[in-house]
Structure formats: C-alpha cells, structure tokens
Nanobody
Framework: QVHLVESGGGPVQAGGSLRLSCAAS????????MGWFRQAPGKEREREFV??????????SYADSVKGRFTISRDNAKNTVYLQMNSLTPEDTAVYYC?????????????????????WGQGTQVTVSS
C-alpha cells in the first residue's frame, strides 16, 4: 500500500505560481511512476493528465496544455514529487491529484492514463483568479 498526501494548493492570481508537493509513504519502493492529474469544476467524471515521472529514470511526460509552464520533479530521498506551476491561468483551476503506479508498463509508456495508477491522494484545490 502506498499513501499519498498532496499539499501546496490554494488561491492564486492569473500569471502567478504555485508548487504542489506529494509525499509518499508505505511501500513506495513498489511504485514505478508518479503522476499528477487534475479535475476541473463541472468535470467530475474526468481526471485530466498533467504530468508524470518515473522513479528510476528521468523520463518525464507532460500534457500539451501545461508544457513550458509546469515542471514535475522528484526527491527520491524524501519520497516526494513536486509540481511547479508557473504562468497560471483560470483554466488551470482544478483539484490536483497525485497518483502512484505500481506497474511497469514499459519504457514507451508515458503513464498519462489515469487507469494506469493504483494509488491516489486526496487532492489539493488550486484556484486561479483572473
């Protein structure tokens, strides 16, 4: 079992920045990748992929909507994954979820589908005002 706790969300004005953190505990050695997803207001059935990173190599993937603005990183020693979000817009308003995948889907997998993840955090709200 892997337990994930997100933090760092909150209100911010358009153009501003936030850094989200996701602290993992439990059987963290069993996870192959960590990802960030978001769920926007009115889209409760959709969790949109934001970014993913593997624990054992540097392969990173981003959604097109956040490329160049968001940066995912990890601190293996702290079992923590970060999402640095810059140039935020109101369209980035959402609940942001951290997720861990316990399955190796191969080098070619971008881990961009929510179905590939086994563990989820409780989410942290990000609200961007114009």
């Amino acid at each position: 079992q892997v337990h994930l706790v997100e933090s760092g969300g909150g209100p911010v004005q358009a153009g501003g920045s936030l850094r989200l953190s996701c602290a993992a505990s439990g059987r963290t050695f069993s996870s192959y990748a960590m990802g960030w997803f978001r769920q926007a207001p009115g889209k409760e059935r959709e969790r949109e992929f934001v970014a993913a990173i593997r624990w054992n190599d540097d392969r990173i993937s981003y959604a097109d909507s956040v490329k160049g603005r968001f940066t995912i990183s990890r601190d293996n020693a702290k079992n923590t994954v970060y999402l640095q979000m810059n140039s935020l817009t109101p369209e980035d308003t959402a609940v942001y979820y951290c997720a861990a995948s316990a399955t190796n889907y191969g080098y070619r997998s971008a881990y961009s589908a929510s179905s590939l993840y086994d563990y989820w955090g409780q989410g942290t709200q990000v609200t961007v005002s114009s």
